[in-house]
C-alpha cells in the first residue's frame, strides 16, 4: 500500500512522493492534494500541511511557504492575508497588531509602519489622529510634551508656534487662555 505522503500509479510503479506545497493524507492515494490558502507543506512527501504560523500569511493555495507580514499591516486570524493599518494607526509588520498613533502624532495614509509627529505650532488631543490642527489664540505650543496648553493666568497667547508672552508690567490677564492684557 502507498506511504502517506506519496502517490501509486499502481502496476508496482515505485511510490511518488507529492511536491512542496502539496499533500497526501491517507495511505493509498492516487493524488496529491493542494495546500490551501493559509497553510503550507515546505518538503517533499507531507501527508498533511501546516498553518502558517503567526506573522506570516499565504494567500495562495499549493505553497511551500508563507510571507512574512510586511511593515504598515498585519496579519489576520485565517493567516490567508495581511490587512494595511488604517489612516491613523501604524504597524511593525511580522506578528505586530496595528496600534493607533499616540497624542500629538499622526499618520495621514493607511499602510504606514510609524507616525509623524506633530509640526511645533500644531497638535491633536487624540490618539489614532489623521492630522494636527493649528494651535488656537488662547493657547501656546508646550515644547516639553509637544501639546497644546492653556496659557496661564497673567500671559497672552497668541497660538501657532507662539509661545506665552507675560503682561507688561501694571498690566494683567485675570484668567486662563487669555489673547490680551489688560
Known amino acids: 500500500l502507498c506511504p502517506k505522503g506519496y502517490t501509486c500509479e499502481g502496476g508496482g510503479a515505485d511510490p511518488t512522493p507529492c511536491d512542496p506545497g502539496r499533500y497526501a493524507p491517507d495511505k493509498g492515494s492516487v493524488a496529491c492534494i493542494a495546500c490551501a490558502p493559509g497553510r503550507f507543506a515546505s518538503f517533499p512527501a507531507a501527508f498533511e500541511c501546516d498553518l502558517c504560523p503567526k506573522g506570516y500569511y499565504q494567500e ?85 510634551d509637544r501639546s497644546e496648553s492653556l496659557c496661564p493666568k497673567g500671559y497672552t497667547c497668541e497660538g501657532g508656534g507662539a509661545d506665552a508672552t507675560p503682561c507688561e508690567p501694571g498690566r494683567d490677564a485675570p484668567d486662563k487662555g487669555s489673547v490680551a492684557c489688560i
Open 60 to 144: 495562495h493555495s499549493n505553497a511551500s511557504s508563507c510571507v512574512l507580514v510586511d511593515p504598515g499591516h498585519e496579519d489576520m486570524d485565517g493567516r490567508t492575508t495581511q490587512v494595511e493599518c488604517p489612516s491613523g494607526q501604524f504597524g511593525r509588520g511580522s506578528t505586530s497588531k496595528c496600534s493607533p498613533c499616540g497624542q500629538n502624532n499622526f499618520s495621514n495614509a493607511s499602510g504606514l509602519s510609524s507616525c509623524y509627529a506633530c509640526p511645533r505650532g500644531f497638535s491633536n488631543g487624540a490618539p489614532g489622529s489623521t492630522g494636527c490642527n493649528g494651535i488656537p489664540r488662547g493657547s501656546f505650543y508646550n515644547d516639553t
